[in-house]
């Protein structure tokens, strides 16, 4: 909890992201934030402009990375291991056309 802002004791023996997800929602009403627990489709990723992955597995990175680029979504993924961590974005055609508008 000490690296978590937005849990608390209350928070215990509950999901992170589903802890967090009403006061993360607060920084930003114009974002509309959601929590899924269940299996990472195909289908489920085409909704979204940006899919954020922390902490998951291998696996379920080199699936959803490829098909967030096969449908033009945004991909983050950061991870932590102890004192390493590894960040890994694919935003360029994002910050392309952030950078030069058509």
């Known amino acids: 909890m000490a690296a978590q802002c937005f849990l608390s004791e209350e928070s215990l023996g509950r999901n992170r992201a589903e802890a967090s997800q009403a006061q993360l929602a607060q920084l930003n009403e114009a974002v ?7 299996d990472i489709t195909e289908d489920l990723l085409q909704g979204f402009q940006v899919v954020v992955l922390t902490d998951s597995k291998l696996e379920d990175q080199l699936k959803v990375g490829p098909l967030c680029h096969k449908h033009g979504v945004r991909f983050l993924m950061a991870e932590t291991r102890g004192l390493v961590g590894a960040p890994y974005s694919q935003l360029m055609s994002f910050l392309s056309n952030f950078r030069h508008p058509h």
């Open 32 to 38: 509309q934030i959601s929590v899924h627990s269940g």
